[in-house]
T-cell receptor
Framework: GAGVSQSPRYKVAKRGQDVALRCDPI?????LFWYQQALGQGPEFLTY????????KSGLPSDRFFAERPEGSVSTLKIQRTQQEDSAVYLC?????????????????FGAGSRLTVL | GQNIDQPTEMTATEGAIVQINCTYQ??????LFWYQQHAGEAPTFLSY????GLEEKGRFSSFLSRSKGYSYLLLKELQMKDSASYLC??????????FGTGTRLLVSP
């Protein structure tokens, strides 16, 4: 597609519910990132995929967070047993090339995000 | 670890020039990025510096000094639509982008 598409744009969940957030990256982009952005803060790294391989998940805050990209294109971020502190905007970004060993800007293009509110 | 500092908020007048500073301490360095983010929207790429010096792109310029761990974004001929958050981000040794908290710029008439 022309840009990175995320759905849903807005999600309200009751505490304890499971949620799934979807990301459609730019077609052909190898790398895909998930970030969490709290109100008034910068994006915080969650996890990174190169094609279908999850190469870095060091930013996932707990084992309630799980991400996958089974066919190397669409990715899903799943949050189990949501808590109020999970309320944030979840941003997905993609870039053309693999990051390890690549040179150049390899700019990340972001989606508009999914705003999660946990009541 | 990585630490990126930038001012929380700045104000400026339409038509003026504003400089947003960013200092960083990282375990590795593979480029510094500036993004613009309007409220409720996606961050959009503005500039990339990997070597010392100034990169100019229209009304926006970005400067980098790797020895000082310092960058700035310069916005000229400010317009009302420039009111947004400006995010400084560093690509460290592990390739992912690490962002600062962002600088919210308010441009007044």
């Amino acid at each position: 597609g022309a840009g990175v598409s995320q759905s849903p744009r807005y999600k309200v969940a009751k505490r304890g519910q499971d949620v799934a957030l979807r990301c459609d990256p730019i077609s052909g982009h190898v790398s895909l990132f998930w970030y969490q952005q709290a109100l008034g803060q910068g994006p915080e790294f969650l996890t990174y995929f190169q094609n279908e391989a999850q190469l870095d998940k060091s930013g996932l805050p707990s084992d309630r967070f799980f991400a996958e990209r089974p066919e190397g294109s669409v990715s899903t971020l799943k949050i189990q047993r949501t808590q109020q502190e999970d309320s944030a905007v979840y941003l997905c970004a993609s870039s053309p090339n693999r990051h390890r060993g690549s040179s150049g800007a390899n700019v990340l293009t972001f989606g508009a995000g999914s705003r999660l509110t946990v009541l | 670890g990585q630490n990126i500092d930038q001012p929380t908020e700045m104000t400026a007048t339409e038509g003026a020039i504003v400089q947003i500073n960013c200092t960083y301490q990282t375990s590795g360095f593979n480029g510094l990025f500036w993004y613009q983010q309007h409220a409720g929207e996606a961050p959009t790429f503005l500039s990339y510096n990997v070597l010392d010096g100034l990169e100019e792109k229209g009304r926006f310029s970005s400067f980098l000094s790797r020895s000082k761990g310092y960058s700035y974004l310069l916005l000229k001929e400010l317009q009302m639509k420039d009111s947004a958050s400006y995010l400084c981000a560093v690509r460290g040794g592990f390739q992912k982008l690490v962002f600062g908290t962002g600088t919210r710029l308010l441009v007044s008439p």
